[in-house]
């Protein structure tokens, strides 16, 4: 079984950035595909950005130029650095990830807790 941890989420004023974390324990081998997902009140959940062992991404167009992810596959950690941060960012943000062998339009099977994302005007 695989367990993800988030972190790093807070209050920023907009403009500013965060760094988001997940770090992956358990039977961390049977990763392929990780990603953040976030989701408001009264909104859809939507993919952020997503990224596979191999390094290739995906990012959703309102992120594109101010989010980066990445991921350190020794660590088992994944990141999400938000710059530029506008209020419409704000949400839940979840860590997700599976044995999936390439961004798909579904999320894979594991999800972490969430980290509230809150921006301010």
């Known amino acids: 079984q695989v367990q993800l941890v988030e972190s790093g989420g807070g209050l920023v004023q907009a403009g500013g950035s965060l760094r988001l974390s997940c770090v992956a324990s358990?039977?961390?081998?049977?990763?392929?595909?990780m990603g953040w997902y976030r989701q408001a009140p009264g909104k859809q959940r939507e993919l952020v950005a997503a990224i596979t062992r191999g390094g290739n991404t995906h990012y959703a167009d309102s992120v594109k130029g101010r989010f980066t992810i990445s991921r350190d596959n020794a660590r088992n950690t994944m990141y999400l650095q938000m710059n530029s941060l506008k209020p419409e960012d704000t949400a839940v943000y979840y860590c997700n990830g599976g044995q999936s062998s390439a961004i798909t339009l579904y999320p894979d099977r594991y999800w972490g807790q969430g980290t509230q994302v809150t921006v301010s005007s």
């Open positions: 358990g039977s961390t081998f049977r990763i392929n595909v």
